[in-house]
T-cell receptor, first 112, second 111 residues
């Protein structure tokens, strides 16, 4: 099956700092989503971005499909940004039946 | 609000007991997925429904796991003869537009 690797696994930053989270995947995809999992376990949709660049406030994401990686940028970090960030992909051949394959996540801690 | 609710939110059971979880999308979404998430890992895909048809179930973890979606709306996931290794968060998701949206999950603890 498709492989998803996220880096770094852990990241500790001071409030106000910027960060870049990376997601590498092993095959072509027709779906790539970034999620933020809050302390209660809820997965919050951040971006649907199988290719290209999107921005939403302090967050932006870029996926270079031909090179099989995606980046999530967080600017001017706030303590509420803390949590685990997941990248998840669906392979192009799946037709939806394979579900999403998740990476192991990046655990982000923003200190005041 | 993701439009997906799950019940119960927490379940504590003794080893060997059967448990059933329910997933309710707010409106009827054709595609429904179940995932399991263990501590420190990303969610792991289990099974997929297109309306009431279960189109993928080979990823269910063992024959103790089964899922249904009888009328193409809500879905249930049952685990028979629970084991301590079944302790995890069980997540339901639906597909809207191009994205999957997740419910809050059911956290299962097997003692």
């Amino acid at each position: 099956g498709i492989q998803v690797e996220q880096s770094p696994p852990d990241l500790i930053l001071q409030e106000g700092a910027n960060s870049t989270l990376r997601c590498n995947f092993s095959d072509s995809v027709n779906n790539l989503q970034w999620f933020h999992q809050n302390p209660w376990g809820q997965l919050i949709n951040l971006f649907y971005i199988p290719s290209g660049t999107k921005q939403n406030g302090r967050l932006s994401a870029t996926t270079v499909a031909t090179e099989r990686y995606s980046l999530l940028y967080i600017s001017s970090s706030q303590t509420t940004d803390s949590g685990v960030y997941f990248c998840a992909v669906e392979p192009s051949w799946g037709g939806g039946a394979d579900g999403l394959t998740f990476g192991k996540g990046t655990h982000l801690i923003i200190q005041p | 609000d993701t439009g997906v609710s799950q019940d119960p939110r927490h379940k504590i059971t003794k080893r060997g007991q059967n448990v059933t979880f329910r997933c309710d999308p707010i409106s009827e979404h054709n595609r429904l997925y179940w995932y399991r998430q263990t501590l420190g890992q990303g969610p792991e895909f289990l099974t997929y429904f297109q309306n009431e048809a279960q189109l993928e179930k080979s990823r269910l973890l063992s024959d103790r796991f089964s899922a249904e979606r009888p009328k193409g709306s809500f879905s249930t996931l049952e685990i028979q003869r629970t084991e301590q290794g079944d302790s995890a968060m069980y997540l339901c998701a639906t597909h809207r537009g191009y994205e999957q949206y997740f419910g809050p999950g059911t956290r299962l603890t097997v003692t």
